[in-house]
């Protein structure tokens, strides 16, 4: 199925430092949702977002709603072991659809 | 409280068997879905019900058959299946259709042999 564009597809950062990881897509989307998924777990959803521009942060993470309404980033400040997993974004798009489509995901592994 | 339940955590089952999937959400969510995900892979939409009535099958082969008793249930009912379908099977819930935020349950992780 449609799948948007997720950047980094891995990244391995030392603990402490700060993660950016982005998603973009061709379509205007409406909606912006930012979960994190542990192996074997459902996605746990991080931060939504629903309006261009918008800034939403939940403890150390920053997730944006781009102005272009075409792409979304996800900001983690000091990275901690526990950030390991696998983050994925997810939009919805203005044409009306009922499916949300996810990103590709990007591994983050933290080195202690 | 934002909890989407699923049983049995873990599922193995040949292909001549017949199982089910269960999912309960007690937030009063109107739209109710499965999706199936295989390893390093996003989830797959199979199946939307809104409503408790089926809004969207995403061609999704007639050996898996999604039922929902009530607006807090959704079952999904396995029978035949393909090595091919073991993954990890999610059920998400959201107050509505058209954008509004997804919680997704723990889900299933089903093994054919």
């Known amino acids: 199925g449609q799948q948007l564009n997720q950047s980094p597809q891995s990244m391995f950062i030392q603990e402490g430092e700060d993660v950016s990881m982005n998603c973009t897509s061709s379509?205007?989307?409406?909606?912006w949702l930012w979960y994190k998924q542990d192996p074997g777990e459902g996605p746990v959803l991080l931060i939504a977002l629903y309006k261009a521009g918008e800034l939403t942060s939940n403890g150390r993470l920053t997730a944006q709603f781009g102005i272009t309404r075409k792409d979304s980033f996800l900001n983690i400040s000091a990275s901690i072991p526990s950030d390991v997993g696998i983050y994925f974004c997810?939009?919805?798009?203005?044409?009306?659809?009922?499916?949300?489509?996810f990103g590709t995901g990007t591994r983050l592994k933290v080195l202690a | 409280d934002t909890e989407v339940t699923q049983t049995p955590k873990h599922l193995v089952m040949g292909m001549t068997n017949k199982k089910s999937l269960k999912c309960e959400q007690h937030?009063?969510?109107?739209?109710m879905y499965w999706y199936k995900q295989k390893a390093k892979k996003p989830p797959e939409l199979m199946f939307v019900y809104s409503y408790e009535k089926l809004s969207i099958n995403e061609s999704v082969p007639s050996r898996f058959s999604p039922e929902c008793p009530n607006s807090s249930l959704l079952n999904l009912h396995l029978h035949a299946l393909q090595p091919e379908d073991s993954a990890l099977y999610l059920c998400?819930?959201?107050?509505?259709?058209?954008?509004?935020?997804?919680?997704f349950g723990p889900g299933t992780r089903l093994t054919v042999l």
């Open positions: 937030m009063g969510h109107r739209a």
């Open positions: 379509s205007i989307f409406n909606t």
């Open positions: 998400a819930s959201s107050q509505g259709l058209l954008g509004d935020t997804q919680y």
């Open positions: 997810a939009g919805h798009s203005t044409s009306g659809t009922y499916k949300y489509i």
